[in-house]
């Protein structure tokens, strides 16, 4: 099986809520809410390819430094293996914005249970819950 490699932030507000990003049709999974990030290249690391997602998908600086290592998640889909290293973000420069046609959405960490997620996603919300 295929071992897909993708890293995830959760950007925390100053008031403690969470960014999520709803996929956008036509994407697998369209629909569910996911946290930020996307798939790490070959010749990147995990927090370069945040730092360049960040910077495509939501028009916002951030710094490896400003990245810290929070959990993993681990899970088999049916045609591939995803291993996705999660970083928690509570600097970074601009103000997020949809450039990919996803809607985005603030919420506390008691409200991402309301969220439909992919199964990978899932997992993280207790982690979040345990650590914020």
């Known amino acids: 099986m ?10 925390i507000d100053r008031d403690g809520r969470i960014l999520l990003a709803q ?3 036509g994407k697998s999974m369209a ?12 010749d990147e690391t995990p927090e ?3 730092i360049r997602e960040l ?7 951030t710094w490896a430094s400003c990245l ?3 959990t993993f998640a681990s899970h088999s889909y049916d045609d591939f293996h995803l291993l996705m290293p999660v970083f928690a973000c509570r600097k970074w420069e601009g ?12 919420a506390r ?6 969220y439909p997620m992919p199964p990978a996603d899932l997992p993280l919300i207790a982690m979040l819950r345990d650590w914020l």
């Not at 295929?2 to 950007?11: D, M, P």
């Not at 103000?95 to 603030?106: C, D, Y």
Request: aromatic share 6%; no cysteine.
């Open 2 to 11: 295929k071992v897909v490699l993708v890293a995830a932030v959760a950007l």
């Open 48 to 50: 370069h390819a945040l």
């Open 109 to 114: 960490v008691d409200q991402l249970r309301d």
């Open 68 to 70: 810290a290592p929070l």
């Open 55 to 61: 910077k495509e998908e939501l028009d916002i600086d």
């Open 31 to 42: 629909g569910l809410w996911e946290f930020p990030g996307g798939k790490v290249e070959p």
């Open 95 to 106: 103000q997020p914005k949809p450039l990919e046609g996803q809607k985005l959405s603030w």
């Open 23 to 25: 996929r956008p049709e």
